[in-house]
Every structure is written in structure tokens, then in C-alpha cells.
């Protein structure tokens, strides 16, 4: 009978010791919120994801160099006279384009948020965007790619830089052969005029 009460007697209490903290924290001020519908400011120096802004990228690989992590992938082509890099041909800042990137990949797997890519790009057009929210299901969805070409885009290009500079090595090629001529003909007429002034001076 005693254990009979003793119980009820527990009962109440934990459920008033459990009501009471649960009332204190009623009037309390919040510690957290309702993310997504509502988002804690990002501290002052935040990493996020990187982007690139492909129009103002001169292909030049600084960054790609500077990761420590290897999760920057540029392949570029050279441009032959006459080609429009990209859109313009030249950044925003007025600088030339003379490679199209056909290659552009940042692989977020491996990126470790360092922004060591950020600081020696010339056009400042590879920077941390305030996006952090980005997971995927398959790993190689997180391989961003930021290069406007199509694969049939950049081999058409490719084999045009290929013609450009066969067409090149034949124009060399022919060049060498009429200075050759040219330096041979030379010398066969030095040669000539010496053996005439030889003779000239024997006969008189
Ligand atoms: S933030 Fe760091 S790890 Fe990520 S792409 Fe840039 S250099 Fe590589
Ligand atoms: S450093 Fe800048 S300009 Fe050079 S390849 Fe990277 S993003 Fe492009």
C-alpha cells in the first residue's frame, strides 16, 4: 500500500518537475530557428562555394595551380587569327582572350574552401559565392562545370587550330626552302665574280 502511493507520489512530481522546466522555457528567448524558412546570418568571413565567371576567365590556370587539392580541371584551346574568344573576345576589364576553355570543372567533393584560387586569378573572375547549400545524392554531381563549350564546339575548334598551324609549318617550311635557294644563288654569283676579277687581274 505504501509503494501504491510512493508511486503516484513519483509520478506527480516528475511530471511537475518536467512541466515546470518546460514552462521557464516558454518565456525564454529562442536559441534556435526554423531553417530553413529562417537563416542565421553568415559570419563575416563565411566560405562558401566558388563560381566562376567563365566571360571574364582568360584561361591562364592560376588557380588550378594554386589548389592545394587538385579539384580544378582547365583545358584550354588556342585561338588562330581571326577567332572570337567567347562572347567578346575580351574580358570586362578590356583584356584580350586568346585561349577557349573547353574545360572548366571545379569538383565540390574535394574542395576544402581554402580560396586559395581565388587571390592570383588576373580578371578576379573566380570567387566565393554566399551559397552553401549544395549536397547531391551521387558524388559526381558535385563537379561543377563552367565552360561554355560544347564538346563538338571545342573539337571543331581543335581541328581548326590543327589546319592553322599545319597550314603554318607548310608556310615555314617554304620559307626556308627560298632563303636556302636564295643564300645558294647568292654565293654562286660571289663566287662567279671572284673568279672573273681573278682572271681579269691574270690578264692584265
Ligand atoms: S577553394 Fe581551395 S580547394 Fe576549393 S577550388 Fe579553390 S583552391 Fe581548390
Ligand atoms: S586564374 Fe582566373 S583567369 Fe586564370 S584560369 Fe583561373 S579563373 Fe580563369
Do not use: W
Not at 76 to 95: H, L
Request: hydrophobic content about 30%; charged content about 25%.
Amino acid at each position: 500500500m505504501k509503494r501504491y502511493f510512493k508511486n503516484i507520489y513519483q509520478a506527480f512530481s516528475t511530471i511537475f518537475t518536467g512541466m515546470s522546466i518546460t514552462f521557464r522555457h516558454f518565456f525564454k528567448k529562442s536559441v534556435t530557428i526554423q531553417y530553413p524558412e529562417q537563416r542565421l546570418q553568415l559570419p563575416e568571413r563565411e566560405r562558401n562555394r566558388i563560381t566562376v565567371n567563365i566571360d571574364d576567365c582568360i584561361g591562364c590556370d592560376q588557380c588550378a595551380k594554386a589548389c592545394p587539392v587538385s579539384c580544378i580541371e582547365i583545358e584550354t584551346i588556342k585561338a588562330v587569327p581571326g577567332d572570337v574568344v567567347g562572347k567578346t573576345g575580351v574580358t570586362s576589364q578590356g583584356k584580350k582572350k586568346v585561349l577557349h576553355i573547353s574545360k572548366f570543372t571545379i569538383d565540390f567533393a574535394k574542395c576544402c574552401f581554402c580560396q586559395l584560387c581565388v587571390f592570383p586569378c588576373p580578371t578576379n573572375c573566380i570567387y566565393m559565392t554566399n551559397v552553401f547549400e549544395y549536397s547531391e545524392y551521387k558524388r559526381e554531381n558535385l563537379i561543377y562545370n563552367f565552360a561554355a563549350m560544347t564538346p563538338q564546339e571545342a573539337e571543331a575548334k581543335r581541328q581548326k587550330l590543327a589546319e592553322y598551324q599545319a597550314e603554318q609549318a607548310r608556310k615555314k617550311e617554304e620559307a626556308a626552302k627560298t632563303t636556302a635557294t636564295t643564300k645558294a644563288q647568292t654565293e654562286s654569283s660571289q663566287q662567279y665574280n671572284t673568279n672573273v676579277n681573278k682572271q681579269n687581274n691574270q690578264t692584265s
